[in-house]
């Protein structure tokens, strides 16, 4: 579908009945487009109106914020027991070499002091290389 302006007026044309107006006439497509105006009655034959096709405007989108707030999802945090396995070992490390680690908040830190300087080990779990 294609749209076309005569005489100021925007007019809907089916890009099949073009495309059968320049086989049968054996036309271009500006005189087939014409040939369609006149055979509907919209122009006369031989006038000189202007016919323009349309090219259809691309539309910017218009991204508003919401006025009520977002819904805070809860989700559920997974604990990697292998992690807590490792963190476990060095806890037991640390109380065998009489150092009392600090009361764990979860499986990844650990937290301690030694000669009066505080001290903590992160445990980080890395992906795979990729080959």
Request: no cysteine; charged share 40%; aromatic share 6%.
């Amino acid at each position: 579908m294609a749209d076309y302006r005569v005489r100021g007026r925007i007019f809907t044309v089916e890009e099949d009945d073009i495309n059968e107006l320049m086989t049968e006439l054996e036309v271009n497509k500006g005189l087939a487009v014409r040939a369609y105006f006149e055979d509907m009655g919209i122009i006369e034959p031989g006038s000189h109106d202007e016919i323009v096709e349309v090219i259809p405007q691309k539309v910017k989108r218009k991204y508003t914020k919401s006025d009520k707030p977002r819904k805070a999802v809860e989700r559920e945090r997974k604990i990697d027991p292998d992690k807590l396995t490792l963190i476990q070992i060095l806890e037991k490390a640390l109380t065998d070499a009489e150092i009392t680690p600090d009361p764990r908040t979860n499986e990844t830190d650990l937290h301690f002091k030694y000669n009066e300087a505080d001290y903590s080990v992160k445990l980080t779990k890395h992906r795979a290389k990729k080959a």
